[in-house]
T-cell receptor, first 116, second 115 residues
Framework: AQKVTQAQTEISVVEKEDVTLDCVYE???????LFWYKQPPSGELVFLIR??????QNEISGRYSWNFQKSTSSFNFTITASQVVDSAVYFC?????????????FGKGMKLTVNP | EPEVTQTPSHQVTQMGQEVILRCVPI?????FYWYRQILGQKVEFLVS????????KSEIFDDQFSVERPDGSNFTLKIRSTKLEDSAMYFC?????????????FGPGTRLTVL
């Protein structure tokens, strides 16, 4: 069964600090996809990144970076030099590609508060 | 930039009433989904829909729920007889292909409050 664990429930930092959001997943499939979504206070879900299980290359996009490690089943997300606008709930999600399922399985989310 | 839209943004209903939540997916998308998020909890999959039929549903999606694509643009979720525990944010999503090729784009959500 697929499962996503975000052990941290809430983090509070001061602006310009770096922060890493942890995500650990479980799946029996060898082909799967990992995602991060951002949910700002307005409530919508904003797609940030998708990673497939065959691509372990880390990715950087501006202040955001992602570290995918299959050996530890982790897909961690780092925000460098955090800003107040980064305050949101961040969800990690998993989708198994084998068996034809389309669903995203989300973690419980991690609330990030960036204080000025 | 194309986006998924949902109406209404907030729906208040009495227990036992039927509600219909509406979504307009991105116009050239083929795969449609409903998820829900009970306040303060994680987002949970309800149902996926492709080629005018349900392709997958969760255990949450019982006989009280149904989905429909009544025309070429709308995608609806109906709850036949609402319960208090149906109070949640309901998100519609769409993708242009199976997720292996495209991510799911989410709408802004409809907050359903059942009194």
């Amino acid at each position: 069964a697929q499962k996503v664990t975000q052990a941290q429930t809430e983090i509070s930092v001061v602006e310009k600090e770096d922060v890493t959001l942890d995500c650990v997943y479980e799946t029996r499939d060898t082909t799967y996809y990992l995602f991060w979504y951002k949910q700002p206070p307005s409530g919508e879900l904003v797609f940030l990144i998708r990673r497939n299980s065959f691509d372990e290359q880390n990715e950087i996009s501006g202040r955001y970076s992602w570290n995918f490690q299959k050996s530890t089943s982790s897909f961690n997300f780092t925000i460098t030099a955090s800003q107040v606008v980064d305050s949101a709930v961040y969800f990690c999600a998993l989708s198994e590609a084998e068996g034809g399922s389309e669903k995203l399985v989300f973690g419980k989310g991690m609330k990030l508060t960036v204080n000025p | 930039e194309p986006e998924v839209t949902q109406t209404p943004s907030h729906q208040v209903t009495q227990m036992g009433q039927e509600v219909i939540l509406r979504c307009v997916p991105i116009s050239n998308h083929l795969y449609f989904y409903w998820y829900r998020q009970i306040l303060g909890q994680k987002v949970e999959f309800l149902v996926s829909f492709y080629n005018n039929e349900i392709s997958e549903k969760s255990e949450i999606f019982d006989d009280q729920f149904s989905v429909e694509r009544p025309d070429g643009s709308n995608f609806t979720l109906k709850i036949r007889s609402t319960k208090l525990e149906d109070s949640a944010m309901y998100f519609c999503a769409s993708s242009g292909a199976r997720h292996v090729y495209n991510e799911q784009f989410f709408g802004p959500g409809t907050r359903l409050t059942v009194l």
